[in-house]
């Protein structure tokens, strides 16, 4: 099942593993099917649609929701998310923060007050975003025994290649992508 956008709901995403761990066991045996579902780094990413496309596209989500409460939503999903892959084996994730999302080629494209500059309350939104989530992973590498959390943050990094490219080289930006949000980079 597919939300409007194209995207996965958690819930689903969750049915979708129980079957595969179903069908590895049938096919490795539940001894290995084990040793590779606990071995495994699950890689895990949210945010970015959920603002961008649920909260700020949505007219109702705003009606539901201030963005701090649609951000505590969100963590809370994740948190759920997280326990329930816990109980189905995994002991490794990396789960990855939000990007400057103001900075998406759609975002610089429309930012019409600015233009071509980034959206500075998505970005600002990113980094309180990615707050609650770095607070969430020590939570749950508190709370649940011989799981690893990491957080992967790709916010400065990439804040920093779109502001000051020339810092890494020389570089020429192609975006493409129907949401415009795929960059391409030649460097040299």
């Not at 007050?113 to 969430?136: I, R, T």
């Not at 990439?158 to 949000?181: E, H, N, R």
Request: proline letters at 4%; aromatic letters at 14%; glycine letters at 6%.
């Amino acid at each position: 099942m597919l939300t409007l956008q194209g995207v996965i709901p958690l819930w689903q995403e969750l049915e979708n593993y129980k079957d595969y761990q179903r069908r590895m066991k049938a096919y490795l045996g539940a001894k290995k099917a084990k040793e590779i579902i606990t071995e495994a780094l699950y890689i895990m990413s949210l945010g970015t649609n959920d603002f961008l496309e649920n909260y700020y596209t949505i007219p109702g989500r705003r009606s539901q929701f201030t963005i701090q409460q649609y951000q505590d939503f969100l963590i809370g999903l994740a948190e759920d998310f997280v326990k329930k892959l816990y109980a189905l084996g995994a002991r490794k994730l990396s789960l990855t923060g939000l990007s400057p999302m103001g900075c998406l080629p759609l975002e610089r494209a429309t930012n019409f007050m600015h233009p071509n500059s980034c959206v500075k309350e998505y970005n600002d939104l990113a980094l309180e975003f990615n707050g609650k989530l770095n607070q969430l992973v020590a939570k749950l590498n508190d709370e649940l025994p011989g799981m690893k959390v990491l957080f992967a943050n790709p916010y400065d990094l990439l804040l920093q290649l779109i502001t000051a490219p020339s810092q890494y080289g020389k570089f020429d930006f192609f975006f493409v992508g129907w949401s415009a949000s795929a960059i391409l980079c030649h460097c040299y």
